[in-house]
């Protein structure tokens, strides 16, 4: 090697980890399951108003939904959702629909229709973690639409 040439050598070296160490990085940062950035905040934003008044019906409406989740097996867990009406009387009839994310991993939504069990409502939803999770419940009679949003501590695996 060519006396004075270790100089620019080094430099083109230390350069080259910089660069691959900013490259490694920015891949790490931007693989992050946890963060998440709503696909549709756009429409999300276009809609808020509507939504808002859709949670006043609602509230106007009177029903409430109680849920309770249960792990059924490692990749499974079942939610029962009890849903009743301003007297507390059951509501029967309604197409129920739960779509549940973990707080911790929100972009990855499951959703799932819930089938009537007497008084109850039942879906299986294909979770895979226990935690926090945000359940966001619609229930459709008639013309009658009902919204609600809980979060529950889902139990770890069985």
């Given at each position: 090697?060519?006396?004075g040439m270790q100089w620019?050598?080094?430099v083109a070296a230390v350069l080259a980890?910089?660069?691959a160490a900013n490259i490694y990085v920015?891949?790490?940062?931007?693989?992050?399951?946890?963060v998440a950035i709503a696909k549709d905040?756009?429409?999300r934003a276009?809609?808020?108003d509507a939504d808002?008044?859709?949670r006043r019906r609602s509230e106007r409406l009177g029903w409430r939904v109680s849920l309770e989740a249960a792990r059924t097996s490692a990749t499974e867990a079942t939610v029962t959702a009890v849903l009743v009406d301003s007297t507390g009387a059951p509501i029967r009839g309604a197409i129920?629909?739960?779509?549940?994310?973990?707080v911790a991993r929100s972009n990855d939504i499951f959703t799932a229709t819930a089938t009537p069990a007497g008084d109850r409502y039942l879906a299986v939803l294909p979770v895979n973690r226990g935690g926090l999770w945000d359940l966001n419940v619609e229930a459709v009679r008639g013309s009658e639409r009902f919204v609600a949003t809980q979060r529950l501590d889902l139990p770890g695996m069985p």
């Amino acid at each position: 090697m060519k006396k004075g040439m270790q100089w620019p050598i080094g430099v083109a070296a230390v350069l080259a980890l910089t660069i691959a160490a900013n490259i490694y990085v920015m891949v790490r940062a931007n693989d992050d399951p946890s963060v998440a950035i709503a696909k549709d905040y756009y429409q999300r934003a276009v809609r808020f108003d509507a939504d808002q008044a859709l949670r006043r019906r609602s509230e106007r409406l009177g029903w409430r939904v109680s849920l309770e989740a249960a792990r059924t097996s490692a990749t499974e867990a079942t939610v029962t959702a009890v849903l009743v009406d301003s007297t507390g009387a059951p509501i029967r009839g309604a197409i129920v629909r739960i779509a549940a994310h973990a707080v911790a991993r929100s972009n990855d939504i499951f959703t799932a229709t819930a089938t009537p069990a007497g008084d109850r409502y039942l879906a299986v939803l294909p979770v895979n973690r226990g935690g926090l999770w945000d359940l966001n419940v619609e229930a459709v009679r008639g013309s009658e639409r009902f919204v609600a949003t809980q979060r529950l501590d889902l139990p770890g695996m069985p």
